[in-house]
């Protein structure tokens, strides 16, 4: 494993410790918001693959938008900026908070474990690699 893929994963672990914070202290419709988020980049991969491993060329597009970190950090940081502007939970903007570090914690796992984006014939470009 290299430096990058060891950060990347540092950060996933300390913003999943997070999200099961928050999810504990705000019950059942955060574990949804999370579950959803977290899981959400992939449905890029449903009916998309063209052979093991390999991505349907047509597909490539939308796996690469979702498994960028600027939609994430975007709601992260509006989630939060207005969570504390307004000072509390009744709004609902944690969940959008919370929806920014599930999908942040997402792409930081994938890329973790060497998952980086799709070139575009749909084989995965590995993480820490120069290609």
């Known amino acids: 494993m290299n430096l990058m ?3 990347w994963g540092m950060g996933a672990a300390v913003w999943f410790a997070v999200i099961v914070l928050v999810c504990v202290a705000l019950g059942p419709a955060a574990v949804i918001v999370a579950l959803a988020f977290g ?6 991969l449903i ?3 063209a052979e ?3 991505l349907k060329p047509t597909r490539v597009r939308l796996y690469n938008t979702l498994h960028t970190m600027t939609l994430p950090i975007v709601l992260l940081v509006i989630g939060l900026v207005t969570f504390f502007i307004t000072g509390g939970i009744d709004g609902g903007f ?20 060497g998952f980086g984006f799709r070139d575009s ?7 820490g690699f120069v290609v």
């Open 39 to 44: 899981l959400g980049p992939d449905v890029a």
């Open 94 to 113: 944690i969940y959008i908070a919370l929806a920014g570090a599930a999908w942040f914690v997402h792409i930081a796992a994938d890329r973790a474990f």
């Open 47 to 49: 009916g998309a693959f």
């Open 121 to 127: 014939d749909g084989s995965i470009i590995p993480v």
């Open 52 to 54: 093991r491993g390999r």
């Open 5 to 7: 893929r060891l950060s």
